[in-house]
T-cell receptor, first 112, second 114 residues
């Protein structure tokens, strides 16, 4: 089955530690996106990538980093510079810039 | 810059009653419009979309939305809701430009009561 997988589903980290969230898709989509979801604020774009080896900052990129070495994979690193990292993180992909986005199941990160 | 406003954060409704979830957007260019649904602790699923053509779009589970360019709205409706429709609903807009980025509203929680 084609789809987007995110792992792990739940993640706990101590304050000050970097953590990497995984996102893999087998839909052969060119574009991939990372969103952060907080209660009552909808989804906010962190980073996006339209092609391998290229990515752009979204609206709230500070304290995050990404890489896009393979078409299928778009990992997100939450660094210690992110002041409030506890949130639900969603990865998405799309065939191109004019197509709807498909979402993964999400990773809930809690920083203790 | 584009923005999306969902006018109601929560909408309680009894089972089998009609419902409307409101969405207004702001954009200086033509847009694509989407409604997504999110069940607890899950990702988002596309419910329906407006890209062009008929302004009334429908989903397979009875929801419909109408694009109104003059009022810059894309309200979601269902004539008779079920308990299983309880979820959070997000309206989103994407311009016809070159990024494919989506701008989301704050979400509306639909609570269907028996």
């Amino acid at each position: 089955d084609g789809g987007i997988t995110q792992s792990p589903k739940y993640l706990f980290r101590k304050e000050g530690q970097n953590v990497t969230l995984s996102c893999e898709q087998n839909l052969n989509h060119d574009a991939m996106y990372w969103y952060r979801q907080d209660p009552g604020q909808g989804l906010r774009l962190i980073y996006y990538s339209q092609i391998v080896n290229d990515f752009q900052k979204g609206d709230i990129a500070e304290g995050y980093s990404v890489s896009r070495e393979k078409k299928e994979s778009f990992p997100l690193t939450v660094t210690s510079a992110q002041k409030n990292p506890t949130a639900f993180y969603l990865c998405a992909s799309s065939m191109g810039q004019r197509n709807e986005q498909f979402f993964g199941p999400g990773t809930r990160l809690t920083v203790l | 810059a584009q923005s999306v406003t969902q006018l109601d954060s929560q909408v309680p409704v009894f089972e089998e009653a009609p419902v409307e979830l409101r969405c207004n957007y702001s954009s200086s260019v033509s847009v694509y419009l989407f409604w997504y649904v999110q069940y607890p602790n899950q990702g988002l699923q596309l419910l329906l979309k407006y890209l062009s053509g008929s302004t009334l779009v429908e989903s397979i589970n009875g929801f419909e939305a109408e694009f109104n360019k003059s009022q810059t709205s894309f309200h979601l409706r269902k004539p008779s809701v079920h308990i299983s429709d309880t979820a959070e609903y997000f309206c989103a807009v994407s311009d016809l430009g070159n990024t494919g980025k989506l701008i989301f509203g704050q979400g509306t929680t639909l609570q269907v009561k028996p």
